[in-house]
């Protein structure tokens, strides 16, 4: 059925009806379990390695539309170190938004649901809450003062007919405390301190004159100032982890680098983790400690910045480093991925990148795994792990001391000695040219 569905591009009446009860089913299941009243084991689980802020495990986000269901994040497992910055790189509409969004419990229902997995934090008390089974009353105490966002487009993500002054207040007294002078006690943060708070909090992100801007509506800033009122917001309660979701998109190339530079500053003074989302790979070259690689919903690749910046594995990571611009191709054509992302609502079975790679490996229907291939590097390729798992058995060359060539193999077997190499290739090469 969903053959003839993507053969003719259109859905019957009977079609859709369907697919509105299934959706309509689905929907509802998924808001009794959400509304359900729950006990704390039931949100609290255990980190799978102490030193990690946030584990995504087998994380499963849908969208139930018209057509069909999008699986705008599908089954993604990694996980942010405490103090690290994180990269997640890949086109638009590959999931990354939607994950941190997942992240946030800021998906929008009742369309979008979590239908799977855990979102494993490791709060400021000890206690290890997983995100995805929260109820939503508890997710306030986190969301905006443990864990902040940083939005691409600051001027829909600020009220505009609020003064930028009570926006920044109004975040440090709903999740910050004064001491009582009278009782000793704590309370709620006073006017004046949250004041004094937002007003520093302006100055730190190099606003000039923060006690005017303090006043200002968000019309009357720029890009860029309004970008780091948005920053100054997300550090006012000293976060553990900061999402920057494209932080430097909407803005004009030298703000971008001003931003950017401020969020240097930031990653060196704020000890917390990192979030950055973006589809910019000079950003994440400056910026990431580890980067994670999205194709259609799916982590393709993931390791550190030397290991996808200088052993790419997967065809689509070499591809986007193809199409980066650089000084040297000036005046050449740009390369550009061929082909598009499968539609959402009928995903292949088999490798997604089938369809625009070079290499188009056929291995049925299979799909290819994300595979360990060192501590830290993992990729979800056939060719590439088949690669790896070939060198690891080829033998490898090594000059003894008196100039004979004999191989080893990596795993320590007796050297061989090897017939010195034929020269057909020189002489060939030396004939032509004459
Ligand atoms: N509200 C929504 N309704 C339906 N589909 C959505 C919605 N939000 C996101 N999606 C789909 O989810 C996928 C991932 O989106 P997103 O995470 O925003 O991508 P990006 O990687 O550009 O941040 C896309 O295919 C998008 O169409
Ligand atoms: S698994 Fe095959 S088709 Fe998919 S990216 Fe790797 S080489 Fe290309
Ligand atoms: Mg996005």
Redesign the pocket.
Known sequence: METNKIKRGYLTRQEEKEIAKENKQQIKRLEKEKKRKKTLDEYTSVMRDENNLVEFDNLNTNFFTERGVVKAVNGVNFSVKKGATVGIVGESGCGKSVTAMSLMRLIQGPMGQITDGAIRYNSRDGTVYDMAKMPIKEVYKIRGKEISMIFQEPMTSLNPVVRIGNQLDEVSKIHLKSICPKTGNEIPMTKEDAKARSIDMLAKVGIPAPEHVYKRFPHELSGGMRQRVMISMALLCDPSLIIADEPTTALDVTVQAQILELLKVIREQFNGSIMLITHDLGVIAEMADYVIIMYAGRIIEEGTVDELFYNPQ???TVALHKSKPTISSEGNRLFNIPGNVPNPINMPTH?F??GR?S???E?GEAY?ELVQISETHKVA????QDEIERKKNEPVIDIVANNTETTATVDGEKPKKKAPAKKTATKKATKTSE
Do not use: I
């Open positions: 997967h065809p689509y490798c990148f089938r790679c290499h188009k490996c291995r290819p390729c056939f060719r590439a």
